[in-house]
């Protein structure tokens, strides 16, 4: 779905969630920006209903420092030709029904209703609506920072979202933060007016009735409906506390369960455990240190506590955690496995800038920082994987073919020159490149999930699903990994 496919549309309503919060604002502000510089006669409005008007006061000076032109419609007796729902599904809960000609729906959160195709954009991975209005406007050709307070709104809106930025993942996220120009004493003053005297008390309730859980050392903290953002900072603060490795801080109100988690354990990826407690419910994702998430009450059979409480528990009994330096596997109950002939791709990065130029990777998986120097080639992996590697590493496993390489990509990677700025994409330098040896490992599917440190990264797991395999070298015994089972089908064969 494209923005332009709506513009035959005359008139237009944009509705976001009841009770709208600063992403809701700021996704369907941009929108309506958008319509008025396509047309500016077009009959374009932006409505919020429900039972409630704005109060709190970081919205509200968010409403009047940035012009936020939104009505409060309780009553409607139009029908639009079209209605966007932005940040929010319609036919959900969260969203008052206004009828009309034809709906399109944008947004961020897990996918809860059918949509016609053709008719929504619902990016889950993303952590704001923000982003993925913003995604779609650039793709249009305009940029919201020709206007300084619809780029404020945006990047208060993924702010808000993703409690202050520290929960951000995607690069698509990343890359909105880095390109707004926006107006900072006003986000200043919107922060510091986030929180009422009345969540001030919230959060201390909520600390006082803290649970911990002794024999893996965490914390859970249940506290009222509250700004989200009281999660992460009743999280970041309790973390604090000695002896408590991980919190997990949430709320129940009537639609949905918001959490967020910190961890300062190297055993648990607060990304990981998000993503385990809303696995099927919602959505939950961040990074090592900082994740958050959301879990639909629809989709539970059970209170909320009790189903967080029996995911905690399970997240923690089902790992088994492996250090491969120490480790030696039995390897007697293991078949032998020779990798099969594979074509990935791989970028000459003295190609794509000069040599000595300091550049930033972004894929998927995160950024990476490095200088261009005579030897550094970027290696596309079997499943999209981006990493880099040195030309001597690559020249040992792989040849190069006279093809170029071509895949289609959720985010394709970039390389940004960080002394000038400029961006390029990586596919059109990629070449084929073909594996050569013959390595033989052992290996089997797991039984139980594990997280492993291998003999390189210390501080770093890799994790392994029930199905997914475990395998080892046979010229050494300390080189154990664990390989995702599509990736382990395509890539080896049994001999
Ligand atoms: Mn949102």
């Known amino acids: 779905m494209q923005l332009k496919d709506f513009l035959k549309y005359e008139h237009i309503v944009i509705q976001c969630h009841d009770n709208p919060d600063a992403d809701a604002l700021a996704s369907g502000y941009a929108l309506k920006w958008y319509f008025e510089q396509n047309h500016k006669s077009k009959n374009v409005k932006f409505i919020y209903r429900g039972r409630n008007e704005i109060q709190k006061s970081n919205l509200l000076i968010m409403v009047k420092e940035l012009e936020i032109p939104i009505e409060y419609a309780p009553f409607i007796a139009e029908e639009p030709e079209l209605l966007i729902t932005v940040d929010c599904q319609y036919g959900e809960k969260n969203v008052t029904k206004t009828a009309a000609k034809h709906v399109a729906i944008i947004d961020h959160h897990k996918k809860a209703v059918d949509t016609p195709s053709g008719m929504s954009n619902i990016r889950s991975d993303v952590g704001s609506c923000s982003t993925v209005v913003w995604d779609m406007i650039k793709s249009e050709g305009f940029d919201p920072n020709e206007n300084r307070l619809v780029a404020t709104a945006l990047y208060y809106g993924l702010f808000s979202d993703t409690n202050k930025l520290s929960e951000v993942s995607h690069p698509l996220d990343r890359d909105m933060m880095d390109a707004l120009i926006y107006n900072k004493s006003v986000v200043t003053s919107m922060v510091n007016s986030n929180i009422s005297l009345d969540e001030l008390q919230i959060t201390g309730r909520a600390i006082m009735n803290y649970e911990y859980h002794e024999s893996n050392k965490y914390l859970v903290i249940e506290a009222e409906p509250c700004d989200p953002c009281i999660l992460g900072l009743i999280s970041d603060f309790a973390l604090e506390t000695e002896n408590v490795d991980v919190c997990l801080a949430y709320y129940v109100n009537q639609y949905e369960?918001?959490?967020?988690?910190?961890?300062?354990?190297?055993?648990?990826?607060?990304?990981?455990?998000?993503?385990?407690?809303?696995?099927?419910?919602?959505?939950?994702?961040?990074?090592?240190?900082?994740?958050?998430?959301?879990?639909?009450?629809?989709?539970?059979?059970?209170?909320?506590?009790?189903?967080?409480?029996?995911?905690?528990?399970?997240?923690?009994?089902?790992?088994?955690?492996?250090y491969a330096k120490e480790t030696v596997l039995n390897t007697s109950d293991m078949r032998r496995y020779n990798k099969v002939e594979q074509s990935l791709g791989a970028v000459k990065l003295e190609e794509v800038f000069p040599i000595g130029t300091p550049i930033n990777i972004r894929t998927l998986e995160g950024d990476v920082d490095t200088v261009i120097d005579k030897e550094a080639y970027l290696m596309i992996g079997i499943d999209g994987e981006i990493y880099p590697i040195k030309e001597q590493k690559l020249l040992n496993s792989y040849q190069f073919t006279n093809f170029r390489y071509t895949r289609d990509f959720e985010y394709e990677p970039r390389i940004r020159n960080t002394v000038t700025g400029e961006i390029k994409k990586v596919l059109q330098y990629a070449k084929t490149v073909r594996s050569t040896g013959s390595t033989i490992v052992f290996a089997k599917p797991l039984e139980q999930p594990v997280k492993l440190f291998t003999a390189w990264t210390e501080d770093k797991y890799y994790s392994g699903r029930v199905g997914d395999y475990i395998a080892v070298r046979a010229d050494d015994e300390h080189d154990i990994y664990v390989i995702n089972k599509d990736i382990f089908d395509k890539t080896y064969k049994a001999i």
């Open 257 to 322: 369960v918001k959490f967020s988690v910190r961890s300062c354990s190297k055993e648990v990826y607060a990304n990981e455990l998000a993503a385990f407690l809303a696995d099927g419910l919602g959505g939950g994702g961040g990074h090592m240190l900082k994740a958050g998430g959301t879990i639909r009450t629809e989709f539970l059979d059970r209170p909320a506590k009790e189903v967080l409480e029996e995911r905690m528990v399970q997240y923690y009994d089902s790992f088994l955690v492996i």
